[in-house]
């Protein structure tokens, strides 16, 4: 099976998050939100949503610093506090985690039992604001197993998800979890 796993970063953010839940849902597609732990304690009921939605809800720090620059017992709070508020919002905790501008190091490896993620297809879509280049990045990239990546705090990056979800799904692709992608590796 080809499969895909889209990830959205930074947020939650309303109403942005509100319009991508509703069109994963169009096309029956999983997701992986990395959430800043400062937006979950500001929209924990768009958390709840994304997990009672069948989407996987990951730690993306709690307020997006770089991590390498930090000190361990900084890292680990950043990564604690973001996992509480994620499991204080959904009962669960999470397993994976996304570093900020995927700044990572034997450092933050080892100041989490948290598997790090990282992505294979970078859109720049935070850049370009474009939903068509967007879409249009992941279309001709999109390679099976992929983790692709955009940011669902802007309204310009969610408009390009119908496209994608459309043209890649009409070539057999399925949109799943990290987690799944992991378990089927
Ligand atoms: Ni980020």
Known sequence: ???????????????????LLKYLAQYKARATF????????????????????????ANHSWNHPVLTSLTPAQIRSQLERTSAAIKAATGKEPTLFRPPYGAIDGHVRAATSLSPVLWDRDTLDWKTHDPAEVAQTVISQAEPDDVVLIHDLHATSVAAVPEILRTLSARGYHF???????ATL
Do not use: W, Y
């Open 1 to 19: 099976m080809k499969c895909i796993a889209l990830t959205a970063d930074d947020g939650p953010a309303a109403p942005e998050t509100g319009t």
């Open 176 to 182: 799943v979890t990290v987690s799944h992608l992991h």
């Open 34 to 57: 990395f959430v800043v732990g400062q937006n979950v304690a500001a929209h924990p009921d768009i958390v709840r949503a994304e997990m009672k939605s069948g989407h996987e809800v």
